[in-house]
């Protein structure tokens, strides 16, 4: 990967049938958004799954050119690689949430990756690694507050927190965070998210009333960040938002909470032909042409990461103008009906970027196939290379 100076999304490199930019700048000014919106927490930059698709290391890079200090991830494998890469613990914190026994807990020990616990079993695997490496861990415990997925349940914290600070008195690790994760922030008026508030209220006193002196507490994600200023505590973790996407489409557009999409999606046409009304389009033939038309081949398909659930409804830019797939989206291509248009084989096909040159954006993507705009961006797969523009030229 080369990272060039100049800003901004560019037109489709020579030769490539697809390419996703990354605009680096975009996202150190996302960055500085968020800050403004928490002045009194610290950032988290969460690059899991390959940073939702922009790229793990260097936008964790260009998050720590930001001033940023603390990086997350939800694999080990993933907060390794990243150590692994060059970044130091003297650079960033790495927080690791998502844990399965036999995992590699004395790698991330070694790392000095900061290790999330939910459950008696992960303490006990973690302590038993400590001791087998000799160096302590940093624990950040994190409850159950009402979303029901990782977490320990209010019944349950005592007996872990009074297991972890055991081990912290024997020298063992040092219980640094208290942390939780909400259920429906993108859902602004829920009742579940006063009540997880509420609830980690009461967790965190009780945690401290034993004994924990956490350095860090964080229940702030991206929604929360942007609409719960009550929630960011120490430290928010701000996912979908530092890439330039709207967690809160309903809420608010990525320019009303000051921020710009980071990646733009494109294809140059492979192929454009004329076909007469009523012939079949792609497989299934789930969409015939109306009329005497031209079609336009583009070489993307699920295997990029294109949704198959965009068949007949995804939207795209050629030259100016919207267009829509035509019938199916397969393994390696998709069509569309150019109604007519004959642009020049090889001309670029916008498929999402910042909406900047009135192309769709991920939300337009999201909106057509029934999802998320958090699954359109991370789903776009290696095979599609990334171009990396707007970098600070920042090395671990």
């Known amino acids: ?22 605009d680096l700048a975009a996202l150190r000014g996302n960055l500085a958004a968020l800050r403004e919106r928490a002045p009194g927490a ?36 993933e907060a390794l690689a990243l150590r692994a890469a060059g970044i130091a613990p003297e650079q960033a914190r790495i927080l690791c949430w998502l844990w399965t026994p036999g995992g590699p807990f004395a790698q991330a020990v070694r790392a000095g990756i900061d290790i999330s616990v939910s459950a008696l079993w992960a303490l006990t695997e973690l302590v038993d690694a400590v001791r087998a490496t000799g160096v302590p861990a940093r ?71 034993a004994g924990v002196r956490p350095e860090v507490r964080h229940l702030a994600n991206s929604p929360a960040t942007l609409l719960l200023p009550e929630s960011h505590y120490d430290l928010v973790r701000t996912g979908l938002a530092m890439y330039g996407v709207s967690p809160v489409p309903e809420a608010g557009t990525p320019a009303d909470f ?16 004329r076909v007469p009304g009523g012939h079949g389009v792609s497989y299934g033939h ?8 031209t079609l336009g ?33 397969a393994m390696d291509q998709f069509v569309v009906d150019l109604g007519g248009d004959v642009p020049e084989v090889g001309e670029e096909v916008l498929l999402f970027g910042s909406g900047e040159r009135g192309e769709p954006t991920a939300e337009d993507w999201a909106r057509a196939c029934g999802t998320i705009a958090y699954e359109i961006v991370t789903r776009i797969s290696a095979r599609v290379p990334r171009r990396y523009v707007g970098g600070s030229g920042a090395r671990p």
């Open 297 to 329: 081949l583009v070489p993307v398909g699920y295997a990029d990461g294109v949704p198959r659930h965009a068949s007949s409804t995804g939207p795209v830019q050629i030259g100016g103008k919207w267009y829509t797939v035509a019938g199916r989206v």
């Open 258 to 273: 000051g921020l710009r999409p980071v990646m733009s999606l494109s294809a140059r046409l492979a192929l454009v032909k």
């Open 42 to 77: 610290a950032v988290m930059a969460v690059v899991k799954a390959d940073a939702y698709g922009h790229g793990a290391l260097p936008c964790a890079l260009e998050a720590l050119a930001a001033g940023v200090r603390w990086l997350g991830t939800a694999t080990p494998e």
């Open 286 to 293: 789930r969409y015939r042409t109306p009329g005497e038309t």
């Open 139 to 209: 624990v950040h415990l994190k409850a159950d507050t009402g979303l029901g997925r990782n977490g320990c349940q209010p019944h349950d914290w005592p007996e872990l927190v009074a297991a972890a600070l055991r081990a912290q008195a024997e020298g063992l690790l040092q219980v640094v965070g208290i942390w939780s994760h909400f259920a429906c922030a993108d859902e602004p008026g829920h009742p579940s998210i006063r009540a997880q508030q509420e609830l980690f209220a009461a967790m965190l006193a009780q945690a401290e009333r």
């Open 1 to 22: 990967m080369t990272t060039a100076k100049t800003t901004g999304t560019t037109m489709l490199a020579e030769g490539l049938p697809a390419e996703a930019t990354i």
